[in-house]
């Protein structure tokens, strides 16, 4: 589409976004294939965890005819290549990349079989399905054939026989109540992994069904199961979550019952509440995106089997009923994981704005006894200074008292007819007054300067 759009004619519109064809191109990122039936369907999903697309493009090379394979192919998230007789598929995924190769049913696995095997009947080198980089989480072998499902009930029959006459799930799928379609085939399955790790899944068309029909059934049907699969892979961490949540909100507990009743210090609260929140926020950040991701998996399952469109057949359940009373209970399990989780991140959240309020007030009234201590303190200063100021005062006429006498005497050497203790008496009044009045004009000073 790009290369089309950038061979046209000059666009009247306004220069486009850079992300404009990534996003319109991206309905058409993952094509259903055409499928001729009968068919076979060799479906294997890997976790890419750690995997890089250089690898995966190293091992698509080894598939005969495709020495040549470049990277770039690869940059779509999708690739379909032709070999002798079948076709694989390549898709990745965020957290998964599944294979499909698509090849002819034998004759010996149509219906009227029991049981039958398909694994020598595989156009591709066991080694190379075997050697795929990655681990398995989903593989499925899907078999497509025509036959008559007017009678849909002699259509899971047969299906039975096919799986060994065991029990199994099976639908009609298709079905339009608005436009009263009988639907366009019936599914029949177990959900049993075999020896070999993979389950079966049998669609029964009726003849003249196209091959664009066939390969959009296929994929509902293979992107429904590989989803479930990763789906689930949340519950195994919910329940290893659990016993660290019980004793997170038992810790959470005691520490709001000390809080209440004073029966700790604060810094021993704190200690045990910092203890708390750093074992919640580690099994957040460990585990917030699996469990969103099981939310967001469980959606697609929904919509994949509103998708087929089922119709019970009497005396069997159905894929949806099947799979949504097994599966309810554990995306439930992991939905209410994720709420105790947070709803615990939240509560930690009030315990500490309780804790901090109670320090806050223990510090205020520390400050507050403090500051009273500091008043009287600096009350005791002032007397002190004002005691010191009178004794300066005292201290500093002394001297000069002392040098008046030193004068008049020197004076009365002199042969003036001066009494010294008499005169300097007399001046003392004047000396004290003269000190007092100096000391005061300092301080005025110095408080004029502050």
């Not at 080894?62 to 070999?83: H, K, S, T, V, Y």
């Not at 698509?102 to 399905?129: F, H, I, K, Y």
């Not at 004793?247 to 004073?262: F, H, I, N, P, R």
Request: charged fraction near 20%; glycine fraction near 6%; include cysteine.
């Amino acid at each position: 589409m790009h290369n089309l759009a950038a061979t046209a004619a000059p666009s009247i519109l306004p220069p486009d976004d850079g992300l404009r064809y990534l996003l319109h191109n991206e309905v058409h990122a993952r094509p259903s294939a055409r499928i001729h039936l009968p068919a076979l369907i060799i479906s294997v999903a890997v976790l890419n965890e750690g995997v890089s697309r250089e690898a995966e493009c190293e091992h698509l090379r080894r598939l005969p005819g495709q020495e040549g394979l470049q990277l770039e192919a690869m940059q779509g998230n999708f690739l379909r290549l032709r070999g002798d007789g079948h076709t694989v598929k390549w898709e990745r995924h965020s957290e998964f990349t599944r294979y499909a190769i698509v090849q002819a049913l034998p004759t010996r696995a149509l219906l009227g079989c029991n049981e039958p095997e398909l694994m020598s009947a595989m156009r591709v080198d066991a080694d190379w399905l075997r050697q795929l980089p990655g681990r398995t989480v989903a593989a499925v072998k899907l078999v497509m054939l025509e036959h008559d499902i007017s009678r849909p009930d002699e259509a899971r029959a047969l299906g039975q026989q096919w799986f060994g006459g065991r029990t199994v799930v099976a639908s009609m799928m298709g079905n339009s109540e608005e436009s009263g379609h009988a639907g366009h085939s019936v599914v029949v399955t177990n959900f049993r992994l075999l020896p070999s790790g993979f389950e079966r899944i049998l669609v029964i068309a009726p003849p003249g069904t196209s091959p664009t029909r066939a390969g959009r059934i296929s994929q509902r049907l293979l992107e429904l199961e590989v989803y479930r699969l990763m789906a689930l892979r949340g519950l195994p961490v919910a329940k290893d979550i659990a016993p660290v949540l019980a004793q997170a909100e038992a810790s959470l507990a005691d520490v709001t019952l000390k809080l209440e009743g004073k029966q700790a210090s604060e810094s021993e609260l704190l200690d045990t509440l910092i203890h708390v929140a750093a074992g919640v926020e580690r099994a957040t950040a460990q585990h917030a995106y699996r469990f969103a991701a099981t939310q967001a998996y469980d959606t697609l399952v929904r919509q994949r089997i509103a998708e087929l469109r089922e119709r019970p057949i009497p005396g069997t359940q159905t894929l949806g009923e099947f799979m949504q009373r097994r599966l309810s209970p554990a995306i439930a399990t992991v939905a209410a994981t994720a709420q105790r989780l947070a709803s615990l991140s939240q509560r930690i959240e009030r315990v500490s704005a309780l804790l901090r309020t109670r320090v806050d007030i223990a510090t205020e009234q520390q400050n507050h006894l403090l500051l009273a201590k500091l008043t009287r303190g600096q009350d005791l200063q002032l007397n002190l200074q004002t005691t010191v100021e009178g004794l300066s005062i005292a201290a500093i006429s002394y001297y000069v008292v002392s040098l008046l006498l030193y004068a008049a005497k020197a004076l009365k050497s002199a042969g003036l007819g001066v009494n010294p203790e008499m005169a300097v008496g007399a001046v003392i009044p004047l000396v004290l007054w003269s000190v007092w009045r100096a000391t005061r004009r300092v301080h005025a000073k110095l408080h004029a300067r502050s």
